[in-house]
């Protein structure tokens, strides 16, 4: 009698949803494979519909869809993708989120509130992901809202290069709120710059209404660089800018991950003071919602870097020398 030894051979899939399909081309071209077919079309009331084309039957797949506007499709789409790769027997899922849609409500602030990115992780959960890879979150504790791994991607190393290589001599990184305060100080230690910050104020019960009241650090003469996680409706690199030029800051650029940039951010950057604004491509940017002054900068490496080391069982935080964890 023959003994023949099976050995199990890991494959990996890479699918995109519709919200930003230009990104996952990039990350697939940066992973050396090709795309998953997969068929993603609405019923007549609205409803998604997803199939995909080919088994996956014991494979690693990896379903790529930012949370992008319309958020609750884009969201939605994602969420019927991973139940369609579960039922289809694949044998790992990982949802991989490059904006994490829901993210800002991770607490209760006040009473009668609900904590959606707890919601969103549990909704992931339910459809089948085993494993979330994401970038920026807006607060690390989401990362403890799902009850598998999550793999908090940062976009620093791709926002410092630019930096190194565009920022004029004396560059002061500026925290827009005291919760942004250690992101920017590992932005002013990597890059040897001084850090500087912007204490604000949110009225009570107000959205998107933000008040700049006063600037920590020496900013007079300077080029100062806001970093943040997202820019919204601009509102508080706008105000935050407003009062470093008044404190005697030269020029200010904005810089964030995620370019969001829902109405009226671009009439608001347009009519500001702010000579540069950078995001990442973690959200699809068309022209037309972004102002003349923005750049847009790839992560595909990161993700694809990520994607890989998911894949072939290595160390994510050893992409970022471990400082991607908060």
């Known amino acids: 009698m023959t003994n023949v030894e099976l050995v199990a051979r890991k494959r990996l899939e890479l699918f995109s949803g519709r919200a930003h399909p230009t990104l996952a081309a990039e990350v697939a071209r940066h992973l050396g494979v090709s795309l998953g077919e997969v068929s993603l079309r609405e019923f007549a009331d609205g409803e998604c519909k997803c199939r995909f084309a080919g088994s996956?039957?014991?494979?690693?797949?990896?379903?790529?869809?930012?949370?992008?506007?319309?958020v609750n499709d884009s969201l939605m789409e994602q969420l019927i993708m991973i139940d369609a790769a579960k039922r289809a027997s694949a044998s790992r899922i990982t949802a991989v989120c490059p904006y994490y849609g829901?993210?800002?409500?991770?607490r209760k602030a006040t009473g009668r509130e609900p904590i959606t990115a707890k919601l969103v992780a549990d909704m992931l959960a339910t459809a089948g992901a085993e494993r979330i890879v994401s970038i920026d979150l807006h607060s690390g504790?989401?990362?403890?809202?799902?009850?598998?791994?999550?793999?908090?991607?940062?976009?620093m190393p791709v926002l410092e290069a630019y930096l190194e290589t565009h920022a004029p001599p004396g560059t002061v990184i500026v925290a827009p709120d005291a919760g942004r305060v250690r992101v920017a100080e590992r932005y002013s230690q990597h890059l040897g710059a001084d850090l500087a910050f912007v204490h604000k104020r949110r009225p009570k019960g107000s959205v998107n209404v933000v008040e700049a009241l006063d600037v920590?650090?020496?900013?007079?003469?300077?080029?100062?660089?806001?970093?943040?996680?997202?820019?919204?409706?601009?509102?508080t690199v706008?105000?935050?800018?407003?009062?470093?030029?008044?404190?005697?800051?030269?020029?200010?650029?904005?810089?964030?991950?995620?370019?969001?940039?829902?109405?009226?951010?671009?009439?608001?950057?347009?009519a500001s003071r702010i000579s540069r604004v950078v995001?990442?491509?973690?959200?699809?940017?068309?022209?037309?919602?972004?102002?003349e002054i923005l750049e847009v900068?790839?992560?595909?490496?990161?993700?694809?870097r990520a994607i890989d080391a998911v894949f072939e069982g290595t160390s994510v935080s050893e992409i970022f020398n471990g400082e991607n964890l908060t």
């Open 102 to 106: 829901y993210s800002r409500q991770d």
């Open 216 to 235: 920590v650090g020496e900013v007079e003469g300077r080029c100062c660089v806001i970093v943040d996680d997202m820019i919204d409706t601009a509102g």
């Open 297 to 304: 900068l790839s992560v595909a490496g990161i993700l694809a």
């Open 56 to 70: 996956l039957r014991g494979k690693d797949v990896f379903i790529l869809q930012p949370h992008a506007r319309p």
């Open 279 to 291: 995001v990442t491509d973690t959200l699809p940017v068309s022209e037309s919602r972004g102002p």
């Open 238 to 270: 706008v105000a935050a800018s407003e009062l470093l030029l008044e404190r005697g800051a030269t020029e200010v650029w904005a810089m964030a991950t995620h370019g969001v940039l829902s109405d009226p951010a671009t009439d608001r950057l347009k």
């Open 141 to 155: 504790q989401i990362q403890g809202f799902f009850d598998g791994p999550v793999d908090h991607l940062t976009a």
